[in-house]
Antibody, heavy 116, light 107 residues
Framework: EVQLVESGGGLVQPGGSLRLSCAAS????????MHWVRQAPGKGLVWVSR????????SYADSVKGRFTISRDNAKNTLYLQMNSLRAEDTAVYYC?????????WGQGTLVTVSS | DIQMTQSPSSLSASVGDRVTITCRAS??????VNWYQQKPGKAPKVLIY???SLQSGVPSRFSGSGSGTDFTLTISSLQPEDFATYYC?????????FGQGTKLEIK
């Protein structure tokens, strides 16, 4: 059974940093394109970042470019999102998702709250 | 970035109705559109990928069509469990984007 489990969310002050993790089981992350998607409270889905299967390429939404970094640890089968210079508008539930056709497996999400 | 514009933003319908949601891309994107259903407090679920391919396990009352800039998601006969929010998404460019969502409510 495929499972994606996010962790690392919490309350952080504006300008602070957090690292989100997405631990995978039942699949090998290095075989798939993987994504981060976020959803502010009561709002729609926003794509944040993706990494290709061999880790050679990544891309970011304009709103997070230069502040967020996607990475992967193949030995731990875990995807990461390093978030720096956080802003109030980064407050959201963050999901990791596997792309195969569409985004066919999602984690349960982890809430990031940026507030003083 | 490619913008995805969904319409309508909200829709009231009854069980058994046929419903169509549309999505327009700001530039031609071939057939690189996926559709998702999301219920409150849950992660989204993919329904349709590459415009018209039905995801495994999704009921056949869901269908998708379109290419270029205009795409549709159709639910042929609404069931009670279909009341949710629906999103289109483009995967044509290296930066993916979602539509703003369509909330489907019970009339």
């Amino acid at each position: 059974e495929v499972q994606l489990v996010e962790s690392g969310g919490g309350l952080v002050q504006p300008g602070g940093s957090l690292r989100l993790s997405c631990a995978a089981s039942g699949i090998t992350l290095g075989s798939y394109w993987m994504h981060w998607v976020r959803q502010a409270p009561g709002k729609g889905l926003v794509w944040v970042s993706r990494m290709n299967s061999d880790g050679s390429s990544s891309s970011y939404a304009d709103s997070v470019k230069g502040r967020f970094t996607i990475s992967r640890d193949n030995a731990k089968n875990t995807l990461y999102l390093q978030m720096n210079s956080l802003r109030a508008e980064d407050t959201a539930v963050y999901y990791c998702a596997r792309e195969l056709g569409g985004f066919d497996y999602w984690g349960q999400g982890t809430l990031v709250t940026v507030s003083s | 970035d490619i913008q995805m514009t969904q319409s309508p933003s909200s829709l009231s319908a009854s069980v058994g109705d046929r419903v169509t949601i549309t999505c327009r891309a700001s530039q031609s994107i071939g057939r690189y559109v996926n559709w998702y259903q999301q219920k409150p407090g849950k992660a989204p679920k993919v329904l349709i990928y590459t415009a018209s391919s039905l995801q495994s396990g999704v009921p056949s009352r869901f269908s998708g069509s379109g290419s270029g800039t205009d795409f549709t998601l159709t639910i042929s006969s609404l069931q009670p469990e279909d009341f949710a929010t629906y999103y289109c998404q483009q995967s044509y460019s290296s930066t993916y984007t979602f539509g703003q969502g369509t909330k489907l409510e019970i009339k």
